[in-house]
């Protein structure tokens, strides 16, 4: 079988939200490159990759030179089908959980029909909520409870290390592969922002308040992973509630020369 097929690996982004330490970049470059990945996208880092990052990279800096730099987490999932958040703590909320092999093979699976993503907050906060609803599972990497929270670059070596594990078991069709035509991250957030909007309108959210309903929904599309006939029969169901689509159109006319009993 042939490893290094490129194309897999190379759809598997990581993205790194809102960095602090510019060593931390040049560590997950290296974390990366010796696993074979080389897909990196920085969320509004604090510094761009700088000599600290060049010299922490050790030779990985190719890929800090590459990284998309972005202005917003919505922005660095473009066109993702599928998008994976990780967190050192185990949230209250119930969000999908995964452990890192399992993370590692859907990433796989599904980057064989597209780009997929592994989101990696921020050093003091992690990721926060409204990140973490633009993502379909969370992983954590099972640690002592009492201590949970490894360096960044540390957490991207641990998971970069699955992905490659994964990989070279060649698991092939035993990936899981989520055989549709999935809506991308922006085509889902289109929707998102459409619904919200005829939430209001008809009255069901009030405008202050509607974030954590807005959350809530976002999980349960998430959850349901919708394709693009979904998303576009959700969306007119939307432009129809907001009273842009006229009933009458589906009356029947009577045929001509038809008379009345
Ligand atoms: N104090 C922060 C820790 C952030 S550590 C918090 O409580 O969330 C920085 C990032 O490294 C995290 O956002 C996550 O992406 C990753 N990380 C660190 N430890 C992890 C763990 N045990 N499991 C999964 N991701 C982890």
């Not at 598997?12 to 040049?26: D, Q």
């Amino acid at each position: 079988m042939k490893m290094d097929s490129p194309p897999l690996l190379d759809r598997i982004r990581f993205v790194l939200v809102e960095t602090t330490h510019t060593g931390n970049l040049g560590a997950t470059a290296r974390a990366m490159k010796a696993m074979g990945l080389s897909q990196l996208h920085l969320v509004r880092p604090r510094t761009p990759p700088d000599a600290e990052a060049m010299a922490r990279a050790a030779g990985a800096d190719d890929l800090l030179a590459q990284a998309g730099i972005h202005a917003s987490l919505a922005d660095a999932i473009a066109g993702c089908r599928l998008v994976i958040g990780s967190s050192a703590r185990l949230r209250t909320v119930k969000w999908p959980l995964l452990e890192p092999p399992e993370c590692a093979r859907r990433l796989l699976g599904e980057a064989r029909d597209g780009p997929v993503a592994l989101v990696l907050g921020r050093e003091r906060s992690g990721l926060t909520n409204e990140e973490l609803a633009l993502c379909h599972f969370l992983v954590h990497i099972p640690t002592n409870p009492d201590f949970s929270s490894l360096n960044l670059g540390a957490a991207a070596q641990v998971f970069a290390y699955e992905i490659r594990q994964r990989y070279c078991e060649g698991l092939g069709e035993t990936l899981p592969r989520e055989d549709r035509d999935l809506a991308t991250a922006e085509a889902l957030e289109g929707f998102h922002v459409h619904l919200s909007q005829t939430l209001v309108e008809i009255g069901f959210a009030d405008p202050d308040q509607s974030a954590k309903l807005s959350r809530r929904l976002r999980r349960l599309f998430h959850r349901a992973r919708p394709d693009w006939t979904e998303i576009n029969i959700l969306r007119g169901i939307l432009s129809a509630a907001q009273g842009r689509k006229d009933p009458e159109r589906f009356r029947r006319q009577p045929r001509d020369g038809g008379t009345a009993a």
